[in-house]
C-alpha cells in the first residue's frame, strides 16, 4: 500500500511538472513564470487558515495581474498586489506592475502530515503554452511529540534480591504508537542506564516490568519515561522532511532497593494499617501510599461510571500548590461524597505559609468532577485565630458530604507523661490530651466566615498505661453528628450520647 501511495504521489509531482492539461494525456514544458520560493515552506499539521507568499526567480514583476496560485492543481484565493493597487488585491483590469502575489490555504488542506505542490498559472495562448509555473514542495509535518511527565510510580520500593516486579507509572503525554522505537520508553538509572520494555501504554499509564536482575543490591534508582521524536517523513517527502519531531525526558521519580527482611517492610508497614476512602458513586478513591520515603496522599479517579473519553488518573494530593510533595508523613484521608474534596494529617512543613508545629489538619480541592474552569487549592483547617489550638497537633479528620465542615482531634502535650515522637496517626500512643473541634469552611456558603468550634466540652488524657491509640472523631454527612470511641477517657462534650461503654455520639448543630 506504501509503495503504490508513493509511486501516485511521484506520478503526481511528474504531472505537475511537466504540465499535463486538463484531460491528463498529454505533457508539456512548463511556460509560465520560475518559481524561486515560498513562504512559509513548512507549517506543522492541524493549525489554522494559512496565508503563503510566492516569490518568482526573475522578480514578481514576472507575474501578471490574473496570476492565481495552486494547491496540488486546485485553486486557491490568490490576492495579487499592484503598484496602482497598493495593500488591497487589484482587479484583473489593473495595468500596474505586480508587487506580490499571496493565497490563503484552508485549514482543512494542512490538517494531515504529507507533501504538497504549489503553483501559479497565468493566462496563455499559443500552441505549446500552458501558463503553469514550475511547482515548488510544500512539507506539513505531523506535530511533535510532547515531553512527558510522571505524576507516580507504584510501587516505589522493594526488598534486595526479590523477584520482577510490575512497575505502574502514572502521569502524562505517554504516546503508544505501532512501532516500539516510535513509543515511550521506560528508563532505569543506576550507574548506568536499562529501557525497560513497557507491557502496556496509554496517554497517562505505563506498566513496564522491573526484571529481578536490576533489583539484586539495595540502592536508588532513577525512573524516568522518553518520548522519541517524530520520526522524519517518509517517502514521498520531497525537501526538508525532517521536521520538529519534539519528545523529551520527564521528570524523575526514585525507586527504592531495600535491604532484606524486616528492614525491607518497614516503609509498607507505615502505612499498613491507613484506611483510603471512597466518593459515594465509588469513582474517586483517595488513599496513603509510599513515596522517596514518606507517606504521601493520593487521590484516583478510576472512570468508574464516566463516560467513554474519561482517563483514569492519579494526582498527589499532599502537595503544595507548585506540585512539591508534601517534606513529611501524611496521613487519614478523608474524602466528601462527590471526591471532590480531600481532607488528611500531615506533618509536612511546606504545605501552606500559615502551618503550626508538628501535624496538622489541611483540605485539598482536587477539582475532581468539576466540569467548569476550577484551580486546585489547599487551605490549613486545624486553625484557630482564638488561641484554642496554639501548642497542639491536628490529626484523624472527618469531612462531612459536602466538604465543608471537618472534624478533626487535636491533641496537646500531657502534664503526666511524655508526647510520643512517633508522627504516624495510626501507630502514635495517646498520650497527650485529646479535643474534638468542627472547622466550617464556609466551601460553598455565601456571607459566611470560616470558623473553628471546640464541641468537647473538657478534653481527655489518654496518659496511663500509655498503649492507648489515639481515637478520630467520625462526622455524618450533613454535619449535625459525630461519633467518638473515647471510653478509656474523660472527654465531656457539650451535648451527646451514650452509645455504650466506649462510643460517644456528640450533637454539633447547635455549634454550627
Request: one cysteine or more; hydrophobic letters at 35%; aromatic letters at 6%.
Amino acid at each position: 500500500m506504501r509503495f503504490w501511495r508513493a509511486t501516485a504521489v511521484v506520478l503526481a509531482a511528474i504531472c505537475v511538472a511537466t504540465g499535463c492539461n486538463d484531460y491528463g494525456n498529454t505533457f508539456q514544458g512548463n511556460t509560465g513564470v520560475f518559481l524561486a520560493f515560498i513562504s512559509p515552506a513548512n507549517i506543522t499539521a492541524g493549525g489554522p487558515d494559512l496565508t503563503i507568499s510566492l516569490t518568482a526567480s526573475a522578480g514578481n514583476s514576472a507575474f501578471v495581474v490574473q496570476t492565481t496560485v495552486t494547491w496540488d492543481q486546485q485553486k486557491l484565493k490568490t490576492c495579487v498586489v499592484t503598484t496602482t493597487a497598493a495593500n488591497v488585491c487589484a482587479p484583473s483590469n489593473d495595468t500596474g506592475t505586480v508587487v506580490s502575489v499571496t493565497a490563503v490555504v484552508p485549514a482543512a488542506l494542512t490538517a494531515k502530515a504529507g507533501t504538497h505542490f504549489v503553483q501559479t498559472v497565468q493566462p496563455h495562448s499559443g500552441t505549446g503554452t500552458n501558463g503553469l509555473s514550475n511547482p515548488l514542495a510544500f512539507e506539513i509535518y505531523p506535530p511533535p511529540n510532547p515531553v512527558p511527565t510522571i505524576t507516580i510510580i507504584t510501587p516505589n520500593n522493594s526488598p534486595a534480591g526479590s523477584g520482577s516486579v510490575m512497575l505502574t507509572i502514572t502521569g502524562t503525554n505517554f504516546i503508544s504508537a505501532t512501532s516500539a522505537a516510535n513509543s515511550s520508553q521506560v528508563n532505569w538509572n543506576t550507574t548506568t542506564q536499562t529501557t525497560l520494555s513497557p507491557t502496556s501504554i496509554t496517554a497517562t499509564q505505563i506498566q513496564a516490568t522491573v526484571p529481578n536482575t536490576l533489583l539484586a543490591t539495595a540502592g536508588t534508582a532513577t525512573v524516568t519515561v522518553f518520548n522519541p521524536p517524530v520520526p522524519p517523513l517518509g517517502p514521498p517527502c520531497v525537501i526538508n522532511c525532517s521536521g520538529n519531531g519534539g519528545g523529551g525526558t520527564s521528570n524523575g521519580t526514585t525507586f527504592t532497593i531495600g535491604p532484606g527482611g524486616a528492614a525491607a517492610s518497614a516503609s509498607a508497614a507505615m502505612v499498613a494499617e491507613e484506611t483510603p476512602a471512597v466518593s459515594t458513586d465509588g469513582r474517586y478513591v483517595a488513599y496513603t501510599a509510599s513515596q522517596n520515603g514518606h507517606s504521601q496522599i493520593f487521590a484516583r479517579d478510576t472512570c468508574q461510571g464516566a463516560d467513554a473519553s474519561c482517563q483514569p488518573r492519579t494526582i498527589l494530593v499532599s502537595s503544595a500548590l507548585d506540585g512539591t510533595a508534601a517534606s513529611d508523613d501524611s496521613h487519614s484521608p478523608s474524602m466528601s461524597s462527590d471526591g471532590r474534596y480531600v481532607a488528611f494529617s500531615s506533618a509536612a512543613t511546606n504545605l501552606v505559609a500559615e502551618m503550626g508545629a508538628g501535624r496538622q489538619v489541611y483540605l485539598r480541592d482536587t477539582c475532581f468532577g468539576v466540569s467548569g474552569s476550577c484551580t486546585p487549592a489547599i487551605q490549613l483547617v486545624s486553625t484557630d485565630p482564638n488561641g484554642a489550638l496554639v501548642g497542639a497537633e491536628g490529626i484523624l479528620p472527618s469531612l462531612s458530604s459536602s466538604g465543608r465542615f471537618v472534624a478533626f482531634l487535636a491533641v496537646t502535650a500531657t502534664h503526666s507523661a511524655s508526647p510520643s515522637t512517633d508522627k504516624s496517626s495510626s501507630s502514635a500512643t495517646n498520650s497527650g490530651y485529646r479535643q474534638v473541634f468542627v472547622r466550617d469552611t464556609c466551601l460553598g456558603a455565601a456571607n459566611c466566615t470560616p470558623k473553628t468550634t471546640r464541641i468537647s466540652l473538657q478534653p481527655g488524657d489518654g496518659s496511663g498505661s500509655g498503649t492507648n491509640k489515639p481515637a478520630g472523631p467520625a462526622m455524618s454527612g450533613n454535619s449535625n453528628h459525630i461519633a467518638l470511641a473515647g471510653g478509656g477517657t474523660a472527654t465531656l462534650f457539650t451535648r451527646s450520647v451514650a452509645v455504650d461503654d466506649g462510643v460517644f455520639l456528640a450533637l454539633t448543630k447547635n455549634q454550627q
